[in-house]
């Protein structure tokens, strides 16, 4: 069983910057970010493959957001730029054994963090 671990989250303003973390009890194959806001289904964020540290993002946040990972650490993080106040939702780490270059999906997703609030005033 891996252990996730977020932390990182808060209040900004829109147009503000915040950087979430997320520690990993072991080495997974994909780490990711996912989200959800009140009433909506959990979506897509950003995912990285460990191994080579290929990336992939939801356009919604392309551009404005960059995910990396501490392979010595088992760690993951998110830098997000330029909120924007739909950017508001409680954000999820997330880990699978698969390797996936593009989108991790949410189906093949084995572990998840307890969550951390985001939230972007306007």
């Known amino acids: 069983q891996v252990h996730l671990v977020e932390s990182g989250g808060g209040l900004v303003e829109a147009g503000g910057s915040l950087r979430l973390s997320c520690a990993a009890s072991e080495r997974t194959g994909t780490m990711g970010w996912f989200r959800q806001a009140p009433g909506k289904v959990r979506e897509f964020v950003s995912s990285?493959?460990?191994?080579?540290?290929?990336?992939n993002y939801a356009d919604s946040v392309k551009g404005r957001f960059t995910i990396s990972r501490d392979n010595a650490k088992n760690a993951v993080f998110l830098q997000m730029n330029s909120l924007k106040p739909e950017d508001t939702a409680t954000y999820y780490c997330?880990?699978?054994?698969?390797?996936?270059?593009?989108?991790?999906?949410?189906?093949?997703?084995?572990?998840w963090g307890q969550g951390t609030q985001v939230t972007v005033s306007s």
């Open positions: 990285i493959l460990t191994v080579t540290g290929a990336t």
């Open positions: 997330a880990a699978t054994g698969k390797w996936y270059y593009g989108r991790m999906p949410h189906s093949d997703v084995n572990y």
